[in-house]
Every structure is written in C-alpha cells, then in structure tokens.
C-alpha cells in the first residue's frame, strides 16, 4: 500500500472526471472520483489516497481550494493539484497557499496532467521515505546519530535514499563514531529487503582463527571445539543484508576467501562439502583510507573495487558544527527519559563551549557526554563548568589583544550570518536556505548573537 499511487479525482462535470480516469488509468494503482467537496471528504476519509486532483469550481459553499485545506489538515502528506478554467496569479497563489503540489488551468493537457502527476507521486515517495527513515531512528536510539540538519548531511541522506532502493554494494568511509552502521541500517531499512536479516559483523575485533568460520560457518566437527553446526553470516544474512564493519582490517587469505564469495555469491561451511548460495546485500564500512591501503599494499584492490561500486563519506562532527544543538537536544530527552530525570538544558555559554569542541570521538562521544552530565548532574540545568574536563578552556589573559582561533571564528560567523540576514530582509527561512542551515539553527545563532 505504501508504494502504490491512489487517486481521488474531483470535479462536477461528468465528462472531465471520467476522461481523466481513463487517462490516468496506467499512472495510479486506484482511482475513484466525486463530484462535490462533500462526497470528495466522504470518500477520502473512507479511503487511503495519496494525490487528489480538484476543479475549483464546485457546486455550495466550499470550492477545490477548500478542499484542498480540509485535505491537508487531515493527512498533511496527500499530494494535491488544482484545475480552474480560470487561472489567474490570484487564483494559483492561493492554491499554493492552501497546499497544492500544482495549479494547472484548463483546458486540460493530458500529457501535462500525467508528468504533475508522476512528479506528485515522485514527491510522495520521496516524502514516504523521509518519514519512514525518521521513524526508524525514533524506533531505535542507537540511530540518533544520523540526525541532521546540515547541508552536508542532508546530501549524505539523498544518497541513502538513492542507494537503497537498488542492491548496490556499499563502501561506507568515516571515522570511529560518526554513526556508518548507523547508514548502513539506514540502507536496508529503506530498501526491499527491510523485512530480511540485517547482520552486522565487526571484522576487526574478530580473531583470524575464527574469522572464516564467523564468515562462513562450520560443520560439527570441522575442528576442536565444534559441537554443532554453525550457520556463518553469509548463511544468516541471505536474503538481507550483511554488513562488514573494519573490512580493511581482514587479513590477505581471507581477502581471498572475501572476494571469491562477493564475485560468485558461492560458499561452504568449512567442513563441509555442500556449496552455498547468498544473496545477500554486502555493504561495508572501513575508518581508514582504503585507498592507502591499496597502495601500500595491504588491502588487494581487485577487493577494493568490488566492494566499492557506490562510495559514501560520513562527514565527522567537526564538519557540521550546526548539527551539535540538534544532537545535544536529542540526547538530552532520550537519557533524561532513559534513567528516569527531568528533562534538563544546557546554558548558552555550555551550549557553546560543546559546538567549539574537535570531537574526536565524533557523535559517539557527544552521546556519552550527554549521558555522563544527565546521570551526574543534579540540577535541570547544566552550566559549562558541569562540562568534562576537555571542554572547558582556558579565558584571555586580562589585557591581551590575543584572539583564540574559537573567538575569531565566532566573530566571522557573526559577521556572515548578519549580511545573509541583510541581504535577506531578516527573512529567516530564506537566510537559513541561502546559509546551508535550519532554521532553528539560525535562530539560535541570532540569540546567542543578538541579531534581532
């Protein structure tokens, strides 16, 4: 149901709202039409539509504007497109305000009608998506550190979405914390495998002695110690997908073994006779170059490539400074809901001493900060001397015209952020556009600021 296009169809001539269902008969999964704002809310309260085209026009009070209102008010994702034999600028602006995806003026061209149509749907799916990936991370905790707002990430995302609706295999690159099986989850719940396994493996924290048999299972008494049958990853992910973190970390023979499996989709237990088959999805995940690595030698690139069709980069946290409130507020409600405290808040002088930060451990180290200060923390409010030991930095020397390197950055972020709210006319949502952020992020830079 969620992938199919639904279409509720309202117009008061006849003959328009049965040529259009014929004409869009091929572009939706269901049509129904109406011929009245009333029995158009009947029907769509009785069902599950995803697009409604409407005239303006219609016969008592209430014309197609109106209903696209009341639509919207009640599932604010249905894609709507209006029809008026009389567009005007007026007309299609007040369309748009109430929340139409399109304003098409008659007479109607059907092949027009069909791309709106096909682009409302694209639109969504799209939004589908979004919402679907933002119930997972809610659903599980551990997501949170995939939530962001910058433009960075937000490319980061598109790409996600991008990927998952095909079985590419996957090479995910980025630092220890930055959230890469977080993206790999990400990938399969999206995709058409969600229902499968998604299994997880951390190469690098695996021994070589068990190494192929983790990968590939064993036989009861393939070796000393083994009493049973043991299904490998491969075997467990089949038909899901089988993530591979620390990849680059595998030693040379079992590179080999890696390869032979992802070109032929191939295996045996080790032990065993009966040749395997996977079809799972492989993505991967490594915190260092890989390209070193093939380079100097120590990760074969006939490897390298296979694993690499589609490259994905996860930023570190340095680089999208702009998303640390959103995180620290996450957090915040999740520990504080967690170990049963009231929520709590940071002051602007803490709350900026935690943005400056590097962040080495990234996202994962932002997460057990936030932990540590709601657990020990006894006030609803926590100050910057509450902060771990490595945020608190040192203040200029009375006197001293030195400027940190944190002071001068400030300085030409507020210079920045003041000319793109000029430029603007102080219009936030535009400036928040033209700058690459949120808007509550430009909010809280205006207040920590003062550019109001």
């Known amino acids: 149901m969620d992938n199919e296009l639904h279409l509720l169809i309202v117009d008061d001539e006849p003959n328009i709202r049965s040529g259009l269902a014929r004409g869009l008969e091929k572009s939706c999964d269901h049509i129904e039409t109406a011929s009245s704002v009333n029995e158009a809310l009947d029907k769509f309260d009785a069902g599950k539509f995803q697009l409604v085209i409407a005239d303006v026009k219609m016969p008592g009070d209430r014309n197609g504007v109106d209903l696209v209102r009341l639509i919207k008010q009640r599932d604010p994702g249905v894609m709507s497109i209006i029809i008026t034999a009389n567009g005007t600028v007026e007309s299609a602006v007040d369309a748009m305000k109430s929340g139409a995806f399109d304003f098409i003026s008659k007479p109607i061209d059907l092949n027009l009608i069909r791309q709106q149509v096909a682009k409302a749907a694209e639109h969504h799916r799209l939004q589908h998506e979004n919402h679907h990936l933002k119930e997972k991370l809610a659903e599980a905790g551990e997501m949170a550190g995939i939530i ?46 969600s229902n499968a396994p998604f299994v997880a493996v951390n190469l690098g924290a695996l021994p070589e002695s068990l190494l192929e048999s983790e990968m590939f299972g064993h036989e009861k008494g393939a070796f000393t110690g083994a009493s049973r049958q043991k299904p490998g990853c491969f075997e467990q992910a089949d038909s899901g997908t089988l993530f591979l973190d620390e990849i680059t970390e595998i030693p040379a023979k079992s590179q080999v073994d890696l390869l032979r499996v992802l070109e032929t989709g191939q295996f045996a237990r080790i032990g065993g006779e009966q040749t395997l088959q996977s079809t799972a999805r492989i993505i991967s995940a490594t915190n260092r170059n890989a390209m070193t690595l093939v380079q100097d030698g120590t990760f074969r690139d006939d490897l390298y ?39 709590k808040s940071l002051t602007a002088e803490a709350m900026d001493a935690l943005v400056a930060s590097s962040w080495p451990g990234n996202v994962r180290q932002l997460r057990n900060h936030i932990e540590r200060m709601v657990v020990t923390v006894a006030a609803d409010t926590i100050e910057r001397s509450d902060l771990p030991q490595e945020h608190q930095t040192q203040p200029i020397a009375p006197g001293t015209t030195i400027r940190t390197l944190n002071e001068i950055t400030e300085m030409a972020e507020r210079t920045g952020i003041e000319s793109a709210l000029s430029a603007k006319d102080f219009h936030r949502e535009r400036t928040a556009k033209a700058l690459g952020i949120s808007v509550r992020t430009l909010h809280y830079k205006m207040n920590r600021y003062g550019l109001h």
């Open 148 to 193: 962001g707002n910058c433009q960075t990430f937000q490319e980061l995302l598109k790409q996600v979405r991008q990927v998952a609706s095909t079985d590419a295999t996957v090479l995910i690159q980025g630092e220890s914390g930055t959230g890469k099986e977080l993206i790999a989850r990400a990938i399969h719940d999206l995709s058409a495998r």
């Open 305 to 343: 490539y296979r694993l690499n069709i589609v490259p994905i980069e996860v930023p570190p946290l340095r680089n999208r400074r702009e998303d640390i409130p959103l995180l620290i507020e996450h957090f915040l409600s999740r520990f504080c809901n967690r170990h049963g405290r009231p929520l």
